[in-house]
């Protein structure tokens, strides 16, 4: 079984399991990459979700200027390409992480790119909860607090974790650009040591993993999301 | 004082091309604590914005509401902080016609939730919680998700849910337009149930004269945003004024598809239909043999009932009477002597005009 796999895929075991280059270094920083922004866009994009829905013209607190400047803030993150972004934003994240290229500096552009995007979901599944459940929470005199937490993301809680899914599985995606910054990763090993060396059998395992890891995701995904759900028999 | 003293609401919703929709349009009512008031009229009427306002679901634009003594809205402003109003809110329960219940927790959950700011640790919440849903015999269900509930189960959570915080006003949105007539008897006599062991007064709002007719012991009648008529139930239902309020008082459904089924349209000039509306303890004589006796018409009778008006047994009967105006107009006086609403009717059953 091992020879027959280092006779096809010989590349791909030269590269090894540790070391720069290894496979195992390669998962790791994929997977750290992943999680981290992960914590942090959703972070965002819950708050930036949740204001855009509290302050919209009919949400519980309506106020066109903060529903604004969030709008715009969304708008404008989401317009900006994910590659384009990794360069622009080179200076801030020297300031923030104090180095441009690398892992950790990753996480910044990778934020900042997914957090626009799940913020609009979160906005979606927010929206989609019953306007009549909000009202029958303030006629009990509930709080805004309560109404965000127990009304907003509990009843929405399995349409976020079916968005957050979609979101995770695009966030592997964005990683995978994240490359280019000398990041490391699954993707960055697709392309320099498989592509660029005319490796395929390198680019061609990486690629496998990549889709295993989006399968696992989305399983997962799943599996939460049914399990959550009590609106309909 | 009044429990809820509304003066000179309007609700008005703009629209496209500086259009507003008046949809309540300069309202006033009192309701007075224990009772038990029916708001009526067709959907679009504006009932529901009108009652919404009670609790500030809905902002007026213009007049001054003031329930338990608070003054929220004065001169179309809100004058009670939000914090405060959250506060208010809690003696104001209400319920509504999707039930509103929180789907991802459990029924006792649902209850527990109003009682976020009671001020009760946990053990407490959850017996206080238990008893409300014993009040309306859903304790076993408490573990249950809304969605394995039938709609009737729901509402009466959402009941217990309304009362977690012990209000002294709950206003029905539409409650039992969505339930079955058995449901929807459950639920008016668990109400009146409230309304006597909790003097809760209670505000109904429906389009369904039969839910008023049967706790409600004052009611108003909308259309247009506007109050036509209001009053005790049992006066508004003898002596209806508006021609609305005679429709949804006896023009009923079922009479017009009576008359409907008799194919009248060829009706002699000297022929009309009548509808007669009385309390069965008034009227002891056979008014129908002395109109013949004493003024010499014929009448027949096309449609006739009798219904418990908050357990008062009200008859309606639709007759035609032949004879010329002359009989007919002495007819309609004699009737009115004996204390019976008179009512000319149109051979399809809407009023005559």
Redesign the interface.
């Known amino acids: 079984m091992i020879s027959w796999f280092s006779k096809y895929f010989p590349n791909v075991v030269q590269l090894g399991w540790s070391g720069d280059a290894g496979w195992g270094t390669s998962i790791f920083q994929t997977l750290f990459m992943t999680f981290w922004s992960a914590i942090f866009g959703g972070i965002l994009g819950i708050i930036f979700g949740v204001i855009l829905v509290l302050t919209n013209e009919d949400g519980i607190r309506p106020n066109k200027f903060w529903f604004n400047v969030c709008d715009k803030i969304v708008s404008i993150f989401r317009a900006v390409p994910f590659v384009i972004m990794l360069a622009f934003i080179a200076p801030v994240t020297q300031k923030i992480v104090g180095t441009q290229i690398g892992m950790k500096a990753a996480l910044i552009p990778l934020t900042l790119g997914v957090f626009p995007f799940y913020a609009r979901q979160v906005q979606v599944a927010l929206e989609s909860v019953d306007q009549g459940k909000i009202e029958a929470a303030q006629s009990l005199g509930a709080t805004v607090k309560d109404i965000i937490f127990d009304v907003y993301l509990s009843e929405s809680r399995s349409e976020l974790v079916r968005v957050s899914t979609v979101t995770i599985i695009s966030l592997i995606g964005l990683t995978a650009m994240a490359g280019a910054i000398g990041a490391g990763g699954l993707g960055n090993t697709a392309i320099a040591y498989g592509y660029n060396r005319f490796d395929n059998d390198v680019t061609l395992v990486a690629t496998v993993l990549v889709i295993i890891l989006i399968f696992i995701v989305q399983i997962v995904g799943d599996f939460f999301a049914k399990r959550l759900n009590h609106q309909s028999r | 004082m009044s429990i809820i003293d509304i003066k000179h609401v309007n609700v008005d919703f703009p629209e496209k091309e500086n259009k507003v929709v008046h949809a309540v349009h300069d309202v006033s009512l009192q309701v007075e604590k224990g009772d038990i008031y029916g708001i009526v009229g067709f959907s679009g009427a504006g009932k529901s914005t009108l009652v919404r306002t009670v609790?500030l679901?809905q902002k007026p634009t213009e007049g001054e509401i003031t329930v338990n003594g608070n003054t929220f809205i004065k001169a179309g402003k809100q004058v009670i902080s939000n914090k405060k109003l959250?506060?208010?809110?809690?003696k104001?329960?209400?319920i509504?016609q999707?039930f509103?219940?929180?789907?991802?927790?459990t029924v006792v959950e649902n209850v527990a939730?109003?009682l976020?700011?009671a001020g009760l640790n946990d053990e407490e919440l959850e017996k206080r919680s238990l008893e409300l849903l014993d009040l309306v015999d859903l304790k076993d269900k408490a573990n249950a998700?809304?969605?394995?509930l039938s709609g009737g189960q729901q509402q009466r959570v959402?009941i217990a849910?309304?009362l977690?915080?012990k209000p002294n006003i709950l206003?029905s949105d539409e409650a039992t337009s969505a339930l079955d007539p058995q449901n929807t008897q459950q639920i008016l006599d668990l109400l009146k149930k409230l309304n006597t062991k909790l003097n809760l007064t209670v505000i109904l709002i429906t389009h369904e004269m039969d839910a008023v007719k049967k706790i409600c012991d004052k009611v108003a009648v909308m259309e247009n945003g506007q109050i036509i008529e209001n009053g005790e139930l049992r006066q508004i239902f003898l002596h209806p004024k508006k021609a609305l309020t005679k429709r949804f008082v006896g023009g009923s459904l079922e009479t017009i598809n009576t008359l409907n089924s008799l194919h009248l349209d060829t009706l002699n000039k000297n022929e009309a239909i009548y509808q007669l509306v009385y309390s069965i303890a008034n009227v002891t004589k056979s008014i129908i043999i002395d109109l013949y006796k004493k003024i010499g018409v014929e009448v027949s009778m096309l449609y006739g009932n009798v219904e418990l008006l908050n357990d008062e047994p009200i008859g309606t009967l639709v007759v035609m009477v032949k004879g010329d105006q002359e009989k007919r107009t002495k007819t309609v006086r004699f009737l009115k002597q004996e204390e019976v609403t008179v009512t000319r009717l149109d051979e399809k059953g809407n009023p005559y005009d």
């Open positions: 609790n679901l959250q506060v208010e809110r809690r104001i329960g209400m509504f999707d509103n219940l929180l789907n991802e927790v939730f109003a976020k700011h998700y809304p969605v394995e959402a849910r309304a977690a915080n206003i």
